[in-house]
């Protein structure tokens, strides 16, 4: 009698224990992500990235802006760079001034410019040199709608994002609204140290964050912070 074997499947629950490589191998795959997103794991060093955010809140804290609707943001926000991305009931833009301070958004610290031009260098940018940061603080419970990043003026220059402390689900949507919106998305979690790139086909791709989970890591404490590198004007 022939004994035939079945094959596991790739999402299969039942570990070989003979054969490493094949166990390698049933590690589920994420699908590939769109062209013009690319993703580095452990792409930098989260502990100086998270001493010049602080530097940074210390002049220009969190805050919770308003949507144009007049809604309150469940994430926190600040800026740094020649020029902050605002949201207030006169709509989106970026501006040179924090609104609550009435100063200029404190300069970008050259370690976060050296790492945001080194790493749109490795996802294939060279010569990336933003003019704004946009820093987003998540507590539990906090998220982020489905958006396009297009408030800015040049579209060719891609956004590099950073993440930093508790992990995240972040939602990839399509180039309009109908399949940005609706099911047609893709999800990758973003961990502490992670990159991800949006350029050239994907720049004006629908993207979000899922709620944030509660937890504690140990640099970021109860939170998730992201930073989007960006050239503005
Ligand atoms: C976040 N990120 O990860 C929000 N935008 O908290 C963004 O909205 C984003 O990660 C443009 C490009 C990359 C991003
Ligand atoms: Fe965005």
Not at 84 to 96: A, E, K, Q, R
Not at 108 to 123: G, K, N
Not at 132 to 160: K, T, W
Request: net charge positive; glycine share 8%.
């Amino acid at each position: 009698m022939k004994v035939v074997l079945s094959q596991p499947s790739l999402f299969s629950t039942r570990i070989p224990t003979d054969n490493v490589a094949s166990v390698v191998s049933e590690v589920p795959r994420m699908p590939p992500l769109p062209d013009g997103v690319s993703l580095l794991r452990n792409a930098f060093d989260p502990a100086e990235i998270f001493d010049a955010i602080n530097s940074v809140a210390d002049i220009a804290p969190f805050r919770h802006m308003q949507t144009p609707g007049g809604k309150k943001m469940s994430v926190a926000m600040t800026n740094c760079g020649k020029l902050g991305w605002v949201s207030g009931t006169n709509g989106y833009m970026y501006s040179s001034n924090d609104p609550e301070t009435k100063q200029p958004w404190p300069a970008l610290p050259p370690v976060l410019l050296e790492t945001a031009s080194r790493i749109a260098q490795q996802a294939g940018y060279p010569g990336f040199s933003p003019d704004a940061c946009l820093i987003n603080r998540y507590l539990a419970g906090a998220q982020m709608g489905l958006h396009q990043d297009r408030d800015e003026i040049d579209f060719s220059q891609p956004i590099v994002s950073l993440s930093i402390g508790l992990s995240a689900r972040f939602i990839i949507g399509g180039l309009d609204s109908a399949a940005g919106r609706n099911a047609r998305t893709q999800s990758v979690v973003l961990h502490h140290g992670d990159a991800i790139v949006f350029g050239a086909a994907a720049r004006l791709m629908f993207h979000g964050v899922r709620p944030l989970k509660p937890g504690h890591h140990p640099l970021a404490g109860n939170s998730r912070i992201n930073l989007t590198f960006r050239v503005a004007s």
